[in-house]
């Protein structure tokens, strides 16, 4: 009777440590989850989205621009406050890094309760400007998920994205 006793012991040991294992990979998975690792190629434009105030996004997007990965870069953003969009900061901090004031410009979008409904206006502005390809400048968290959203928008418009 003791060895089947330390047999279901040593069950719910194993049971134990492999729900803990899977607790430790639930905890240290969400960044390969979350983080798509960054591809850089020719693209016809940058559209930076990734704007925040504590981010070096604008200095990353202007040595984008000076490697001569694209011609023109486009700051994304919607309103924050009345007539007050985020994307012109950046604009202003690009052109300020060296960027030619003619390469960069703005666009404003409206405000919506998932950033999603907003890339049939961006795939649409893309080529209304005859672009064919962009270079997707996001935040690193949540760029997995965006990266298949935009595959998916782009994609279906034709046009190439990065």
């Known amino acids: 009777m003791t060895g089947e006793g330390n047999k279901g012991r040593g069950r719910w040991f194993f ?5 803990a294992a899977l607790a430790i990979a639930g905890v240290l998975s969400p960044p390969w989850l ?5 591809e850089v ?7 930076h989205l990734a ?13 984008l621009y000076n490697q001569g990965r694209a011609g023109k870069i486009v700051c994304v ?5 009345c007539e007050v969009y ?30 999603a409904k907003n890339l049939p206006r961006i795939v649409e502005y893309v080529q209304t400007q005859g672009w ?15 990266r298949r959203l ?9 046009s190439a994205w990065q």
């Open 41 to 47: 190629t020719r693209a016809d434009v940058i559209l």
């Open 15 to 19: 049971v134990l440590v492999g729900l």
């Open 132 to 146: 064919h390809s962009a270079l997707l400048i996001v935040n690193p968290v949540g760029s997995r998920p965006r």
């Open 150 to 158: 935009a595959r998916r928008y782009f994609g279906q418009a034709g």
């Open 51 to 63: 704007i925040e105030p504590h981010a070096d996004a604008d200095f990353y997007v202007a040595q």
């Open 86 to 115: 985020p994307a012109d900061d950046a604009a202003h901090h690009v052109i300020a890094l060296g960027v030619p004031r003619e390469d960069v410009s703005t666009l404003h979008l409206p405000i919506v309760d998932c950033e």
């Open 77 to 81: 953003s919607a309103q924050i406050a």
């Open 34 to 38: 979350l983080i798509a690792p960054a």
